[in-house]
Nanobody, 123 residues
Framework: QVQLVESGGGLVQPGGSLTLSCTAS????????IGWFRQVPGLEREFVAS????????KYADRVAGRFTISRDNAKNTIYLQLDNLRPEDTAVYYC????????????????WGQGTQVTVSS
């Protein structure tokens, strides 16, 4: 059974940091591009970052570039998202997703999704 499980969310003050993890079971992440997305209730899910399995290219949304870092550990079958210098507007449920495509262009290219982990940035 293909499954993605996120962890690491929580409550953090503005300027703080969190590390999100996404662990896969039932398949090997080394053959998949992994993306992180986030969603606020009432708004559309938005792209945050991705890590391409073929060329290891990292891609970031403009509003998180320079603050977030995506990485993978194929031996642990896990993808990480390091969130630094967090802002209140980063508050959302964060989802990881897997795509069999290199350089996917939209969320529709991701076939498998985790259940999400809540990140709340507040003083």
């Amino acid at each position: 059974q293909v499954q993605l499980v996120e962890s690491g969310g929580g409550l953090v003050q503005p300027g703080g940091s969190l590390t999100l993890s996404c662990t896969a079971s039932g398949f090997s992440l080394r053959l998949y591009t992994i993306g992180w997305f986030r969603q606020v209730p009432g708004l559309e899910r938005e792209f945050v970052a991705s890590h391409d399995y073929r060329d290891r290219r990292e891609k970031y949304a403009d509003r998180v570039a320079g603050r977030f870092t995506i990485s993978r550990d194929n031996a642990k079958n896990t993808i990480y998202l390091q969130l630094d210098n967090l802002r209140p507007e980063d508050t959302a449920v964060y989802y990881c997703a897997a795509s069999g495509r290199s350089r996917p262009t939209s969320s529709y290219d991701y076939a498998d999704w985790g259940q999400g982990t809540q990140v709340t940035v507040s003083s």
